[in-house]
């Protein structure tokens, strides 16, 4: 039998229809052409299949028929050949394939988790909590770090879920998870309500009320605002922008409780920076993103996409030397960070 499944595989590979896409269809062409007349396959006689080290160097044209008629009535006529079996325990193989799939499991949910991308919004959130001017207390910045991430993880597995139709368009995303049908979308659905359920309860209980309704807001504007947007307008961009500034908000409430003009500091320069940083990202995604029917700047105002990401990087020049003033830090930071402030300044104009 193994021969013959070996000697099928150098029929298929000479015979197969590649336009066909199905199977016993292209064995019954396979069939058909190898049981014709030699008169009518001139062709077939003289054929010398490749030379594996674990076959015979030579296979006579009897044998291909042979293997082909062996595997085609098989394919024909299944249920006769194998009858259906009445399963009373567990087949071992399908054990194993379940194990090897929980095994894979933390890498799923890290994949659906975006995982680095919430770790950066979990530190900005970190920040955001050790400038403010309120005390310190490890259980409340350990839960802060902790919602955030966890809120973080579930907004993007909402938005993958979502947008499986359109992912799988994009290079960039057609080996995401959901696109390659590695977990169903139930068990996406119910990955997302436990990690944002849990990060609620973390920000709401662990730091504060305010810190959990910022946290419930931005869960909003990411999931049922700002992912369909994305295919409407390009506004889109300017909640994404919102989204990416609330978590140092969220981590000066934590810390303070109550909302001051520092913390503001903070969500404008995440806010201004998310411009500078995504429409920069866009510009080399353009074909992407029109494929996968996306609304963004880059695609359908590539000029206004040029000069938002100018207008954003003049605008971190000012808030850099605003945090001095405020009390956020040194002036070193505003000289510091003007350098590469200017320098993308300088970039933005280039593409005028």
């Not at 293997?67 to 054990?95: C, G, Q, R, W």
């Not at 379940?98 to 890498?107: D, M």
């Not at 609330?246 to 909302?259: D, H, R, Y």
């Not at 605008?315 to 003033?325: D, F, G, Q, R, Y």
Request: hydrophobic share 45%; charged share 15%; proline share 7%.
């Amino acid at each position: 039998m193994f021969r013959s499944i070996a000697l099928f595989r150098v029929c298929a590979c000479r015979f197969l229809k590649p336009e066909s896409s199905d199977v016993l269809k292209q064995i019954r062409h396979l069939h058909n052409v190898l049981s014709k007349p030699k008169h009518d396959n001139p062709g077939l006689d003289c054929i010398t299949p490749p030379k594996p080290t674990h076959l015979t160097p030579k296979i006579s044209t009897e044998e291909l028929r042979d293997a082909v008629t062996e595997i085609s009535n098989y394919a024909y006529h299944p249920i006769s050949s194998h009858p259906l079996k009445l399963m009373t325990e567990v087949d071992p193989a399908v054990l194993v394939k379940e194990k090897i799939k929980l095994k894979e499991l933390p890498s799923y949910y890290l994949s659906l988790s975006k995982f680095r991308l919430s770790s950066l919004v979990m530190a900005t959130s970190v920040a955001g909590y050790m400038m403010a001017p309120g005390p310190f207390d490890l259980n409340v910045l350990l839960a802060t770090a902790g919602g955030t991430l966890l809120l973080s993880a579930g907004a993007n597995t909402v938005n993958q879920i979502v947008e499986v139709p359109y992912d799988s368009e994009m290079i960039r995303t057609k080996g995401r998870v959901l696109v390659r049908e590695l977990l169903s979308t139930p068990h996406a659905l119910g990955f997302a309500i436990m990690t944002t359920a849990s990060g609620l309860l973390l920000l709401t209980y662990g730091a504060n009320p305010l810190t959990g309704v910022l946290g419930a807001t931005n869960l909003y504007l990411y999931t049922s605002v700002y992912t369909p947007l994305k295919r409407q307008s390009i506004l889109n961009t300017w909640v994404g922008s919102v989204v990416g500034a609330l978590p140092p908000l969220m981590g000066w409430a934590a810390s303070e409780g109550v909302l001051s003009p520092g913390g503001y500091l903070l969500a404008g320069i995440l806010f201004s920076w998310q411009f500078v940083h995504f429409n920069s990202l866009s510009w080399n995604l353009r074909a992407d993103y029109k494929r996968a029917g996306y609304r963004m700047m880059s695609v359908t105002h590539p000029d206004l996409c040029v000069r938002t990401c100018l207008r954003y990087s003049a605008s971190l020049v000012l808030l850099s030397t605003l945090a001095p003033v405020l009390g956020l830090t040194s002036w070193f930071f505003a000289i510091d960070s003007l350098p590469f402030n200017l320098w993308a300044v300088y970039l933005g104009e280039l593409l005028l």
